[in-house]
Structure formats: C-alpha cells, structure tokens
C-alpha cells in the first residue's frame, strides 16, 4: 500500500520550547489516523507541519511526493493536494455556502465557473448540506458551518485531509453531525489525519490511532489500543480524560 504522509524524526521548537523531539510516523493511501494526547503534548504541531503551515527545525516530512521540509517545496501544489480543516470554520462571512467552496478552485486551479459550481454541489451533497449553497454563514449552525469548511476543502479534490480538533468547539449534536461527515469520508477511502479529542470515535473509524505524549510517539495502535493501554501514560490520559 503506498505511503501518502510520512515524518521522518521530525523536531520542532517554538523558542526555548521544544514541541516536537523526534517524531516519525507513516500513513498509508485510504487509511484514518487519529492523533491523542494531553494538550501541548505536540499533536497539533505535527499536524500543521504536515501542511508546512509551520517549518520543521530537522529532520523530514513526504507527503503526496512533496518533500515539506524542502525550503524551495512549492506550497501552492502543496496545498491542492492537503486539505486542512481548523476548529475555527474560517468561512468568509459576506459570502455566499456556494462563493466560500468555489473560491479556491477558480482561484488555485483555474476552475471555470460552471464546474466550480457543480464540485460545490457535489460537495455539499458530500455533507448533507445540498439546500444551503445559498445561505450565508451566519445563517447556520456552527455544527453546519464545519461542514461547509469540510465541503471547502473537498472542492479541492485533496489526496488527503487534515482535520485539527474540528469539533472542539460544537455540543455534542453539533459534533455528531461533523463526526458523521468524517466517517462517510472514511467509507470512500479518504486518506485522513485526525487530532482528535473523541476516544470512542477514534476508537471506532481510525485505523491507526497515534498517542503523543511530551512531543514524541508514545503508543501507536488500532482501536484496541484504547481498551488495553501499553503504557502508563497511556492509561493516565484515558483515566484522566484531556
């Protein structure tokens, strides 16, 4: 099975502060990986260098043939092939569902205006939001909001996506909705990195679930990782919640 994301003893410090200490992990086409651990514990970190959205200090990152941690790698075919969904929706509040998702691919790819149209239908279909194209963000739903930032970068026609804490924000409906988004992607064969705080949702859609702890690879397992900790920090997380 071919590799689409791999980290090579990744380090990253932010100042003093050193956030990733050597971190390597692979993931292969058409698996969901979910990244745990304590905040600060660098899951984030790893997750944004995946998009180069921060530098790695060291060592080496390959994603979908791009070498990441090259300063001369070009970040605008960088990012047609990631997409990357935040906790925050980032939606452009004065447009339209429909103007946020064909933004990008008129803009990056040079979509015509038509088939941008019809990748946002097709995307929001995705999501099960295909009656909103013509409402504005602030018409909807946080949890709906997400789904459209999801739709977003599915307009892209990304090898993979990222998700970084996406329903940390929702209640638990809210959350359900976006969860239930992300497990029909993971149906299709979307390659997916997750940093995720649903133990029971990783547990359940992840194939890989990585446990960071003090900015390395503590654990890495499936799903029954989590019924059956390795470690001892392993067990503190899940015994202490976040």
Avoid at 91 to 109: D, G, M, R, S, W
Avoid at 214 to 222: F, I, K, L, N, Q
Wanted: net charge neutral; charged share 20%.
């Amino acid at each position: 099975m071919s590799t689409v994301v791999e980290l090579r003893n990744v380090h990253k410090s932010f100042g003093s502060n050193q956030v990733l200490k050597g971190v390597s992990f692979t993931i292969p086409k058409g698996h969901v990986t979910a990244i745990i651990g304590r905040s600060g514990s660098g899951k984030s970190t790893a997750l944004r260098c995946i998009d180069r959205l921060e530098v790695v200090d060291s060592g080496e990152i390959h994603v979908c043939g791009h070498q990441v941690h090259d300063p001369a790698v070009d970040l605008r075919k960088l990012r047609v092939d990631v997409g990357i969904v935040f906790q925050s929706y980032n939606l452009f509040p004065h447009l339209t569902v429909e103007q946020n998702i064909t933004l990008a691919p008129c803009a990056v790819k040079k979509a015509s205006r038509s088939d941008a149209i019809a990748l946002a239908q097709r995307t929001l279909k995705q999501v099960g939001l295909a009656d909103k194209a013509q409402s504005y963000p602030e018409q909807l739903s946080g949890g709906q909001q997400q789904r459209v930032a999801i739709a977003r970068s599915l307009a892209m026609e990304p090898k993979v996506m990222l998700f970084d804490e996406v329903t940390s924000a929702l209640d638990p409906q809210l959350t359900s909705e976006v969860l239930k988004v992300i497990e029909s992607l993971a149906a299709e064969g979307m390659t997916m990195v997750l940093v995720t705080h649903e133990m029971e949702f990783a547990s359940r859609v992840a194939d890989t679930i990585i446990f960071m702890h003090e900015g390395r690879v503590w654990e890495t397992g499936d799903g029954g990782m989590l019924r059956n900790p390795q470690t001892q920090e392993l067990k503190d997380f899940l015994s202490h919640g976040l």
